[in-house]
């Protein structure tokens, strides 16, 4: 069974960074399709930062591309999302999510994941 444990979540004003961090618990990070989403209250959960296989093929949506990147931490079996220029528009939970792999391909919409954190929030003030 594969656990995705987040932290790194918090406050702090438009223009700050954070980095978030996915720990995976089970399995080696290399043998899943990893990404990020976040939920905003009323809203969808969407993707930020999607489709990591260990490469460089990760989905950003034009709302974070350039501001978000994924990075890996092979000895801690660790995904982070590192978030710059920060907008209050930024404020949602933040969910790290995973599936396991099937080929060179991973998908970047959310039905295809069906591991899951428990997210960590993330507000950005104004």
């Known amino acids: 069974q594969v656990q995705l444990v987040e932290s790194g979540g918090g406050s702090v004003q438009a223009g700050g960074s954070l980095r978030l961090s996915c720990t995976v618990f089970g399995y080696s990070y290399s043998m899943l399709c990893m990404g990020w989403f976040r939920q905003a209250p009323g809203k969808e959960r969407e993707a930020v930062a999607v489709?990591?296989?260990?490469?460089?093929?990760?989905y950003y949506p034009d709302s974070v591309k350039g501001r978000f990147a994924i990075s890996p931490d092979n000895a801690k079996n660790t995904l982070y999302l590192q978030m710059n220029s920060l907008k209050p528009e930024d404020t949602a939970m933040y969910y790290c999510?995973?599936?396991?792999?099937?080929?060179?391909?991973?998908?970047?919409?959310?039905?295809?994941?069906?591991?899951w954190g428990q997210g960590t929030q993330v507000t950005i003030s104004s």
């Open positions: 999510a995973a599936y396991f792999r099937r080929g060179s391909y991973c998908d970047s919409h959310k039905s295809a994941y069906n591991y």
């Open positions: 489709g990591f296989s260990g490469g460089d093929n990760v």
